[in-house]
């Protein structure tokens, strides 16, 4: 089989060999399009015959003679095909194509276009505009409708799946600020792809534009908080008002905060410590970002306070005054375990306990 398909390609280069004068001038021509290959490879019907119904179903050709070099020499050819493409930007696009050989294709042979790609949600940034794409095979036709009025800045290409050897045929429509501003419908902005053959046409779903923002002013910002240390800790924090939805951070001292088992933060942005310590003590600034900019919040002093704590008590030991033992006993204990700390309470109660035989000293200073 394989050799058959050799002789065959052999024998086609004969034939444009020897035509060679002839066909100098759309050499280019021939190696680009898959369009025409010279027989005797098979004619694909749906390049010969472009406006044709049976052009929309590319399987028929391969089902009915794919002669066994048909493959390899395409895929050549589509080689070559793509090292054209290479300075289009969407080049790299191609290598994610969803695959369109075997079973899913062969069971949806109708002859409707269908979507490979529709327009999604996107955002005009600044002075950028957002690039709407879609995407579709057994199209003649893709463009896009926005707000119902077709687009005139929507521009259409077309080129081969090398896996399947489908044409599919892309669209790319631009929306800039201007347009934005300048669309006082009721609804939101929104670009609809159409993909049209002669057996009729598909609508994608609809892709609202948007002008990308983030306002100055949080929502809410996080405010000096103290707690006692070991006890859990919430700073709270919500973005400003924004398209997209931004991403929130925190800094600490100005730093990127890392979330680990003790400190996370929570969906809604505010920052969760779950038992605080001494180390998490400082100023915490909440970050919100999105493709428009970035904020960053006032920071918060994030108090951890100790609350003093006796030790025990010491042992008894006889009252003196100068330095003679004056009958009667005391015993004492401090505020030191802890320390008070950061604002923390002092300890309630005695330092110094004293048995009632233990009297004031002259002085009267006590014992
Ligand atoms: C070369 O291509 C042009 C169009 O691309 C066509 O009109 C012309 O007939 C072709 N000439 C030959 C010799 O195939
Ligand atoms: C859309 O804008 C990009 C640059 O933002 C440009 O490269 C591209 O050619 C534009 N496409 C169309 C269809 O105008
Ligand atoms: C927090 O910031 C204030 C003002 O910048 C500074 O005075 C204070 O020392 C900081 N607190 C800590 C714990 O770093």
């Known amino acids: ?15 444009v060999a020897a035509d060679g004068k002839h066909d100098a001038v759309n050499t280019t021509e021939v190696e680009r399009s ?5 027989p005797p490879l098979p004619l694909r019907p749906e390049y010969a015959h472009p406006a044709g119904v049976e052009a929309l179903d590319p399987y028929n050709s391969e089902k009915n003679n794919p002669p066994p070099h048909h493959r390899d020499y395409l ?23 969803p695959s369109l050989s075997g079973d899913h294709l062969q069971s949806s042979t109708d002859d409707l276009p269908m979507f490979l790609q529709e327009p999604q949600h996107a955002f005009v940034v600044r002075n950028k505009p957002a690039t709407l794409r879609c995407r579709a095979a057994n199209a003649l036709q893709v463009y896009f409708k926005c707000n119902d009025v077709r687009s005139v800045a929507s521009t259409q290409f077309e080129f081969v799946d090398p896996q399947s050897g489908v044409r599919i045929v892309e669209a790319e429509c ?15 902005f929104t670009c609809t792809c159409f993909a049209w053959s002669s057996r009729g046409d598909i609508r994608s779903q609809p892709a609202v534009v948007e002008l990308a923002y983030l306002k100055k002013q949080f ?30 951070s925190w800094l600490k001292h100005g730093a990127p905060l890392q979330q680990d088992h003790n400190v996370l933060i929570s969906a809604e942005g505010n920052l969760l410590i779950s038992r605080a310590t001494l180390q998490d003590m400082g100023n915490y600034s909440c970050v919100a970002e999105n493709i428009a900019g970035k904020r960053v919040s006032e ?5 951890v306070y100790v609350n003093g704590g006796w030790s025990s008590w010491s042992p008894w030991s006889p009252c003196r005054c100068a330095g003679r033992a004056t ?15 950061n604002g923390g309470a002092h300890c309630q109660g005695q330092a110094v306990q004293r048995t009632a035989d233990c009297v004031p000293c002259q002085s009267g200073k006590l014992n």
């Open 75 to 97: 895929e050549e050819d589509y080689d070559h095909e793509s090292n054209k493409e290479d300075d289009h930007e969407n080049r790299d696009d191609v290598d994610e194509l």
């Open 327 to 341: 009958g009667g006993q005391r015993r004492t204990r401090t505020c030191t375990e802890p320390y008070p700390l």
């Open 1 to 15: 089989m394989a050799r058959g398909g050799s002789v065959l390609l052999v024998l086609w280069v004969v034939v």
């Open 299 to 303: 920071p918060a002093l994030l108090t």
């Open 219 to 248: 929502a809410i910002s996080p405010t000096a908080t103290s707690v006692e240390a070991g006890v859990a800790a919430t700073l709270r924090c919500s973005p400003p008002p924004a398209a997209p939805t931004p991403r929130i």
């Open 34 to 38: 898959t369009a025409a290959p010279t």
């Open 174 to 188: 631009n929306v800039t600020r201007d347009q934005l501003e300048e669309y006082f419908g009721e609804d939101r």
